[in-house]
């Protein structure tokens, strides 16, 4: 895993404006079928991973466990984060890519 190759592709991809974070937007953007993958706190609640993997599942969503709701706000300029959903396809991609790779 290239965690802090992930993180920056993370910024970066919130600085162009292709992600959503907090529980409600993630969980509208999922609903719409904008999101292309949604990035879920280690350490979030056991409900929360369960509500948005079941969700993500439901509408064939990748999802994935990474980092701490610190890291994943201090990434994407915010406070602390349980989620954040990305609607790029190839940034998708590119982050999951170093997030999955060994």
């Known amino acids: 895993m290239n965690r802090n190759k992930a993180l920056s592709m993370l910024g970066m991809a919130t ?21 292309r993958l949604v990035l879920l706190a280690e350490d979030a609640s056991d409900n929360t991973k369960k509500k948005f993997s079941d969700m993500c599942s439901y509408r064939k969503i990748p999802y994935l ?7 994943l706000g201090r990434a ?14 190839n940034l998708a991609k590119v982050i999951s890519g170093h997030i999955t790779e060994q």
């Open 76 to 89: 994407i300029g915010k406070e602390f984060r349980a989620c954040v959903a990305v609607e790029d396809d």
């Open 65 to 71: 466990l990474f980092a701490d709701r610190e890291t």
């Open 15 to 35: 600085r162009a404006g292709k992600t959503v974070s907090g529980e409600f937007a993630v969980e509208k953007s999922v609903k719409q079928k904008t999101a």
